[in-house]
């Protein structure tokens, strides 16, 4: 496979995570499905939207619990912020900064999750051991953190950007994962 052919496929993965996410609810899924493609293209097997699909399918089976945290700590989160930039609270400026690091370092360990998610694990297990992981694996995490801001900069800037910064993010999440593992044994 040459470079040309994992750009175009991680492009396409990023459209099909963005479609699989807009309800929110699906965004862990969504994750681990792309993630699934990319360790098939990486793995020269077949991939595509019909496989996509699958994968998708399987990963909502038991992505209720994860998805519902998203959703919630999202709009926790959301709720932070926006009472932060509205009013003239003393120290909001610390609290911004949390709520950011906050937001950023779940965000790492959701992808580092869908990464390492396995069809026939249970997404409480795979938060659990990438949060493990996260902290673990360091330089992995910044990596992963700087994929994410990166993301998310790019989309503030161009929004019509997001559905193909999702896919450069889920290769980043593979990619640092494939990286740990081979340095962890």
Do not use: Y
Request: with cysteine.
């Amino acid at each position: 496979m040459n470079r040309l052919e994992l750009l175009a496929e991680s492009l396409l993965l990023g459209v099909l995570v963005a479609v699989a996410a807009v309800p929110v609810v699906t965004l862990p899924a969504a994750l681990a499905a792309g993630c699934a493609g990319v360790r098939r293209i990486a793995g020269h097997r077949k991939a595509g939207a019909r496989v996509f699909a699958g994968d998708l399918r399987r990963a909502l089976r038991t992505s209720a619990p994860a998805g519902a945290a998203v959703a919630g700590g999202g709009a926790l989160l959301g709720f932070d912020a926006f009472v932060l930039l509205r009013s003239a609270i003393p120290g909001r400026t610390a609290v911004a900064v949390v709520v950011a690091a906050v937001a950023l370092a779940g965000l790492v360990v959701l992808v580092r999750a869908a990464a390492g998610w396995r069809p026939e694990q249970r997404w409480t297990a795979s938060l659990r051991a990438a949060g493990q992981r996260g902290a673990a694996d360091l330089s992995g995490s910044a990596l992963l953190a700087a994929a994410v801001v990166t993301v998310s900069v790019l989309t503030w800037q161009l929004p019509a950007l997001l559905p193909l910064t999702l896919g450069c993010l889920v290769v980043a999440g593979v990619a640092v994962e494939t990286r740990a593992a081979a340095r962890h044994g």
